[in-house]
């Protein structure tokens, strides 16, 4: 079973989606650590009820961002991850560890890139006024939510929206891409060709 590892912030819904679909036999992979910058994060405990070896690496605790890093690095190294998962990872990663990892980190953000990076994507949407907005799960490059896009789930924007309403709209489908995506790179279906990915049948 090929090993990932899977970096958090915060409540862990979509590690829990990940490591339900892994248990109910959807996703053929494992989870071989879960990485917190913040130690009080829910999804910490999610990974320890669930047998997962979890760990906090908190950017406070290191010198420098590179030594915070690098500690993460080592920590992927060490079980033998082959693939980051950033599920609710509130940090920009510098472009030496993205490309210690070229092509082989995952990120979910809550908007439609390339519309609504960085923060509150959903309530970027709300405030922009647009129909429809979504979320995407892509490569991470050097930039912030700029990297090649993996699939898309559209949501409808309702008039009465507000950030947190939009939000538990798109989550119900973060729950659905991420394992979906996951699945496909598991699988060896996804192509990288520049800006694009090819999805294999
Ligand atoms: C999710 O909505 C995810 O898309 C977002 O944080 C939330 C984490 O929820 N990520 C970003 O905004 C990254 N820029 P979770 O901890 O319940 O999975």
Redesign the pocket.
């Known amino acids: 079973m090929r090993k990932v590892g899977v970096l ?8 829990q989606a990940i490591m339900d679909r892994i248990a109910d036999g959807y996703l053929p992979l494992e989870i071989a650590v879960v990485i917190s910058d913040k130690s009080d994060a829910y ?1 910490l405990e999610r990974a320890q009820k669930a047998g997962i070896k979890a760990a906090a690496i908190e950017r406070k605790a290191c010198a420098s961002k590179d030594d915070f890093e690098a500690k993460i690095n080592a920590a992927l190294t060490d079980a033998g991850c082959e693939l980051v998962v ?5 940090r920009i990663l510098s472009a030496n560890f993205v490309n210690k990892w070229h092509h082989k980190i995952i ?4 908007a439609l890139l390339p519309s609504f990076p ?2 509150h ?2 309530g970027q949407a709300v405030a922009y006024g647009v129909k429809f907005s979504g ?1 995407t799960v892509h490569f991470v490059d050097e930039g912030t ?1 700029s990297g090649p896009i993996i699939l898309q789930k559209v949501v409808p924007v309702m008039d009465d929206d507000t950030e947190d309403t939009l ?1 538990d709209r ?2 119900v489908q ?1 729950h659905i891409a991420m394992p979906e995506a996951l699945k496909l790179w598991a699988e060896d279906k996804l192509v990288i060709n520049g800006r694009k990915v090819k999805v294999l049948a």
């Not at 958090?8 to 590690?15: D, P, Q, T, W």
């Open positions: 958090v912030s915060g409540r862990g819904s979509n590690l999804a950033l599920a609710g990872f509130m990120n979910i953000h809550p960085g923060l994507g959903q979320c939510d939000a798109i989550l973060e």
